[in-house]
């Protein structure tokens, strides 16, 4: 009955540190998305203005 015991104390406290490193990593991960959503809106914002000054160069150009 000890050895049952020890055993399922044992998977008991692996699968509390599993639980434990997938938090951690859930944690890294949403910060990551964080971040790189960040860095997507930035990038389309600076698509949109290298389009806005595209398209008058264009329209500049088509009317000389």
């Known amino acids: ?3 049952e015991l ?3 104390e044992k998977k008991v406290d692996q699968l ?6 997938k938090q951690l990593e859930n944690v890294i991960l949403r910060q990551q998305l964080s971040e790189t959503d960040r860095k997507n809106k930035k990038l389309t ?12 160069l264009l329209v500049k150009n088509f009317r000389e």
């Not at 509390?16 to 490193?21: A, G, H, I, V, W």
């Open 1 to 3: 009955m000890d050895t």
């Open 6 to 8: 020890e055993s399922l």
């Open 16 to 21: 509390l540190r599993m639980y434990q490193d």
């Open 45 to 56: 914002a600076k698509i949109d203005i290298a389009a806005d000054k595209l398209e008058a």
